[in-house]
């Protein structure tokens, strides 16, 4: 500290009575402290003897802020008119080539910034570090009160509250801040504690300070607040355009103000990974952000490509796997600038000051997918070390949500074309109903479901309507779904009815779970309705296990769900299925469909069934129309399910069309039947297909006649094709083989093979049919 002169006067009894600027910048005591009080209170230690008798030596005084101060002092008597003492002028200055004490070396020395103030709030004492902080010496700062040397902002009225509340409340106060400083050119964290100073009685003479630079550790945890905000706020969704988009929040402004992120063109789609090229990186701009709204400082629109060079930033950092960065001056980032600017040099403006980037290589599994870029226009700092150690432990949890939302995107299109592969693509082939279909995979995180649907042509002219689900969601559904709808289609083949085809389904489905090879677990969960309608008799016959009920609109009547037996789902096993079978006016509209389609977590299933009746019975102009209207009314803005809809309206074959004949099950009628069969070919004009009628409806009686059992009937059904059917009360079904050349019969059902389109044979209540199907001749 600078050497100061200081002057006191003190009259005969001691008591001080003058007390000069000097004494006040020695000592810390302002003279209303000091005058009226007794100068040996200043005193640290008793006077020695030798200097009280010369009036002059070397003293120990106590500061303000209770350090020792030793001072050379000084007396001269101010004598009265009778030459006595009436008082003395002494006059002190620090003690030439005295040493500091111990505690003065340690407060000037400390590396935390230190200051004492007396209750005024002006400064009484400043340690070098202080002074270096406030960009000020000591002797600038003595004296003045606290806010003449601070700009007028919020946090120097903070401190300077700060101060008041510890100098009027003698409680020490301890607290934190983030803010600039006079004499730094960026701003930083402080822990700041005060405490009051106390005299030998108690009372509060002034306030001392401590206030350490806490800026690494503020930055140090702000970086661990914005990893944790990032693992709650980044993969919040699996769309990897919106994962981009929250890491560009996370890293602005708190990081960066100007950020983007570029990924590799496959990312987006669903090819597979190529090799990082060495040289130039085409990448695809699919988020950035800025502090400036509209983000202007951008080079690079959404969804357009940049090329980045080997040498740059982005490319280095992708090619070498680590945060890269540049300054300001660097050769590198001058290039990167020069280039933003012609390349969008209306930007230019909001790309002054830009000192700092710093590139991110986003890697997830080994599998570099882009880069993050971070620029800083406005905050003064440069990117440095530990700046790329955040950035990559960011970029990398990023990576991990980029490639989830990917990879979830890769397998979603993979099930979803599986699916669509598995699911009819046409309905042609019957003339039964007429039908209209809707498949609407959900979007939800789980993926697409299990849902199928099918129409499959039977034998008379009948159709089998079915529907379907398997509870999971993903490609293993996907493909227990196939197998299903499969077993369904050989099992409909077979011409069981409902109640018996889901039984055989429901063992499939249980030997299926049994094998611990084969992980089908999704296929427990599966439900499923089969209906089949005749068009002939116009019955509907149908069964369910553990499905919605289907719902029917008959002619002039609102819609209403078909009240069945409910069964349980496939893969129960041991329960049975009960059928259920209705008189179907024709122009009936039957609907089947998936739970999706009426049950949801935040929905009544009672109400969505009320809202598809409801629709169903509205009027359309076809059922494509009303397919869209019911999906419109019943379905919510995002569905957590998928959802299957098939819509079918019936038709009948009327009398005109069917002819039937009970056959006297004796050969000699043979031929009268296959008269009455040619006559009947004849009113329908078919005279084209009677030689081949002909010879079906004579093997088929006969072997009837010969192998099966009474009664006996045929009947043609004039449909897209012309079909016959041979009836007998026998079970036994028919096998084709191979006749040796002497034998005389065993040819029949060969003959009828080779002539017909297809031919085929089913159980009834009553026996079994045989039946064939040949085309029609063109008209």
């Known amino acids: 500290m600078e050497q100061v002169s200081a ?57 303000r802020d209770g350090s020792a101060v030793v001072t050379g002092l000084r007396a001269c008597p101010v004598l009265r008119a009778n030459g006595g003492p009436d008082g003395y002028v002494v006059s002190a200055e620090p003690a030439a080539g005295g040493e500091p004490t111990l505690a003065e070396q340690a407060f000037q020395q400390a590396s935390v910034s230190m200051s004492v103030f007396d209750t005024r709030q002006r400064y009484l004492r400043v340690n070098g570090a202080a002074c270096q902080v406030m960009g000020v010496p000591e002797e600038g700062l003595l004296g003045r009160p606290f806010p003449e040397t601070v700009e007028d902002a919020v946090h120097s009225r903070g401190f300077h509250q700060h101060l008041r509340q510890v100098a009027e409340t003698g ?27 106390r005299d030998a009685t108690g009372q509060v003479t002034g306030v001392a300070l401590a206030a350490l630079d806490s800026t690494e550790q503020y930055w140090a945890r702000r970086r661990l607040a914005l990893l944790n905000e990032a693992a709650a706020g980044i993969g919040t969704t699996l769309d990897v355009v919106r994962t981009a988009e929250e890491l560009i929040d996370v890293l602005v402004p708190q990081f960066a103000d100007f950020a983007s992120v570029d990924l590799l063109d496959w990312v987006l789609g669903a090819d597979e990974p190529p090799a990082v090229p060495v040289e130039e990186v085409v990448l695809r701009r699919v988020a950035h952000g800025s502090f400036t709204e509209g983000t202007p400082e951008a080079a690079v629109h959404l969804g357009e490509t940049d090329v980045y060079l080997a040498a740059s930033a982005p490319a280095r950092a992708m090619r070498e796997g680590r945060a890269v960065y540049c300054h300001a001056g660097e050769p590198e980032f001058m290039r990167w600038v020069a280039e933003r600017n012609a390349r969008a040099p209306a930007g230019r403006p909001y790309r002054r000051g830009v000192h700092s980037m710093i590139a991110v290589p986003l890697r997830a599994r080994g599998t570099t997918l882009g880069v993050a870029v971070g620029v800083r226009i406005t905050r003064p700092e440069d990117y440095r070390g530990d700046d790329v150690v955040f950035a990559e432990e960011l970029a990398s949890r990023a990576a991990v949500c980029v490639d989830n939302a990917r990879r979830f995107a890769r397998e979603r299109m993979t099930a979803l074309a599986l699916q669509h592969s598995l699911l009819p693509r046409g309905l042609a082939g019957q003339a039964a109903v007429e039908v209209a279909h809707r498949y609407l995979p959900c979007g939800s995180l789980a993926g697409i479901g299990g849902d199928w649907f099918d129409v499959i042509p039977l034998s008379g002219s009948r159709v089998a309507l079915v529907v379907g689900d398997v509870v999971g969601h993903g490609i293993q559904s996907s493909a227990a779904m196939g197998r299903l709808r499969t077993a369904v289609r050989t099992l409909a083949d077979v011409d069981l009815p409902p109640d018996e085809l889901l039984t055989h389904l429901d063992d499939l489905v249980t030997h299926l779970a049994g094998d611990h090879h084969a992980e089908e677990i999704p296929e427990l969960g599966a439900t499923c309705l089969y209906a089949v309608y005749d068009p002939v008799s116009r019955r509907l016959a149908l069964a369910a296990a553990g499905h919605p009920a289907p719902a029917v609109v008959l002619p002039g009547s609102g819609a209403e769900l078909i009240t069945t037996t409910p069964g349980p789902p496939l893969g129960v096993g041991g329960l049975p299925f009960e059928a259920t079978e209705l ?55 995002e ?103 002497f034998d005389e019969g065993g040819r029949g059902l060969l003959l009828v093979a080779q002539l017909t389109q297809r031919w085929g044979s089913r159980q009834t209540n009553r026996g079994k049919t045989i039946w064939c199907e040949q085309p029609l001749p063109p008209c």
């Not at 810390?28 to 040996?40: F, I, L």
């Not at 409680?171 to 009051?196: C, D, I, K």
């Not at 809202?611 to 019911?630: F, H, N, T």
């Open 171 to 197: 409680q020490p106060v301890r607290y934190e801040s983030f803010t600039g400083a006079p004499a730094l050119n960026r701003e930083h964290a402080w822990t700041t504690e005060m405490w009051p100073v």
């Open 583 to 637: 008189e179907l006016p024709e122009g009936s509209l039957l609907a089947l469909y998936t739970d999706g389609l009426v049950e949801d977590r935040d929905r009544d299933v009672d109400r969505a069934t009320t809202e598809l009746c409801r629709a169903l019975s509205a009027s359309a102009a076809s059922l494509e129309d009303l397919s869209d209207g019911v999906l419109k009314a019943v379905l919510p803005e």
């Open 7 to 63: 002057v006191a006067i003190v009259d005969a009894r001691g008591i001080v009575v003058g007390w000069s600027e000097g004494a006040r910048r020695l000592t810390g005591h302002p003279a209303e402290d000091v005058v009226g009080r007794p100068a040996r209170h200043l005193l640290a230690e008793e006077v020695p003897p030798e200097a009280v008798a010369a009036l002059a030596g070397t003293v120990v005084v106590r500061h």
């Open 639 to 741: 569905p957590s399910d998928d959802v299957a809809l098939l819509l079918a309206r019936t038709r009948a074959l009327g009398a005109d069309r069917v002819a039937t004949w009970d056959v006297t099950p004796d050969p000699a009628h043979v031929a009268a039947t296959r008269q009455a069969a040619t006559e009947q070919l004849a009113a329908w004009g078919l005279q084209e297909a009677a030689f081949v009628t002909e010879l079906v409806v004579s093997e088929l009686v006969t072997n009837a006649i010969r192998y099966g059992e009474p009664p006996v009937k045929l009947r043609l059904i004039r449909d897209q094709a012309l079909i016959c059917e041979v009836s007998d009360g026998s079970s036994t079904s028919p096998h084709l083989r191979r006749a040796h050349a």
